[in-house]
């Protein structure tokens, strides 16, 4: 058995800077991580980022990992154990783990979970052919394995991963045929947008994807108009001449490990589905265990190192630490409703306030 004052499940942007904020209370904190290394989805994104000036603005998001992980190395009081899956947490909160092939067990006094999201399938005929990928697993393929997808890629999805993405595969040489969406109008930020379109890309509001074509992998897409009833318009299909389909359709919070503590969940579009309902210190309605990031509501990572913040300040104080935590909370509870604000941050503040009913 290992013990611990905090269990922190997810070595993504919101369990590091949890693990952070309580080691620096002096809180004695393990970080479990299934890959070989934290940073979670920050290990692929090699775009700089908005936000805050707190959240490293401005900064790529490899380098973002880089600058938590050299900071949590600071710290004695944490343990990382990478390559280290949870599998289940008990109702005594025994955390059984698989920590490179062998079975152990972990409790810790207060556990916070951060297991971040999964992304989401739409279907229509032929989505399981090869050639057909989800925004991250691209990423992942470009940016962390130099491996291109494709050579003529079709993008579904125009918000801020849809849009990310086909400037990256852009940047390595290949052809993005398209960008489709089925809303009427642009996801993600327009300054994301407007550099896409300069480079010859259409993108095509309003349009959703009919079938993919091909026997043994992707040899085409056929794409159409949908009307103000989010319909297919008959007579509006356009074939498109593309070896690789790309879905940046959305994420869906990783929330199994949050039923197995039997925190009361709340289905919110907003927030990308099932979350758990919480605080505003991040516990769940069941006691001492806390979540951040993305499984407790699909947002920007600049919100989830804050929300890993209070998460991790929040447990500690449940502890007994109390290093001026509750100021540190407040301001990043100001960090968090900055983050939230105009009309970028309107669909979570609706979400949030769904929540709290």
């Known amino acids: 058995m290992i013990n611990t004052e905090i269990a922190i499940i997810g070595g993504g942007p919101a ?16 970080l479990m991580d299934r890959e070989s290394k934290p940073g979670g989805q920050l290990v692929k994104q ?30 004695t009081n944490i343990e990382v154990k990478t390559k280290t899956t949870v599998l289940a947490i008990y109702d005594d909160g025994l955390i059984a783990i698989e920590e490179r092939d062998r079975y152990k067990k972990v409790k810790g006094k207060k556990t916070i979970i951060a297991t971040g999201a999964s992304e989401k399938m739409i279907p229509f ?49 290949i052809r993005v045929e398209a960008i489709i969406d089925a809303a009427p109008g642009v996801g993600g930020y327009f300054v ?49 001449a593309v070896d690789t389909i790309c879905l940046a359709v959305g994420l869906s919070p990783l929330t199994d490990l949050l039923r197995h503590c039997s925190c009361l969940m709340k289905y919110i579009p907003q927030l990308g589905g099932y979350v758990p309902i919480r605080d505003e210190h991040m516990e769940t309605t069941s006691h001492g265990i806390y979540v951040a990031g993305d499984a407790s509501g699909v947002e920007e990572a600049s919100s989830a190192m804050v929300e890993g913040k209070i998460a991790g300040l929040s447990a500690a104080e449940s502890l007994g630490y109390s290093q001026n935590i509750q100021a540190l909370r407040q301001e990043c509870l100001d960090d968090l409703k900055s983050l939230r604000a105009g009309v970028t941050g309107l669909k979570i503040r609706e979400g949030l306030e769904l929540l709290a009913v």
């Open 15 to 30: 369990g590091m800077c949890a693990a952070l904020a309580a080691a620096e209370q002096g809180a004695h904190v393990i």
């Open 46 to 75: 090699t775009h700089r980022f908005f936000g805050s000036e707190k959240e490293h603005a401005g900064t790529r998001g490899i380098n973002i990992a880089s600058m938590l992980e050299k900071a949590i190395g600071k710290y």
């Open 125 to 173: 005929p032929n989505n399981d052919l090869p050639g057909i990928y989800g925004a991250g697993a691209v990423q992942t393929l470009m940016n962390q394995y130099g491996v291109v997808p494709g050579n003529k890629v079709l993008m579904v999805g125009a918000g801020n991963i849809g849009l990310i993405v086909s400037y990256q595969l852009m940047q390595a040489g």
């Open 192 to 240: 994301h947008a407007s550099k896409i379109r300069r480079m010859g890309v259409p993108i095509l509001t309003s349009h959703t994807i009919k079938e993919a074509l091909g026997t043994d992998f992707v040899e085409g897409a056929i794409i159409c108009q949908l009307d103000n009833n989010w319909q297919q318009v008959p007579g509006t299909e356009k074939e498109l």
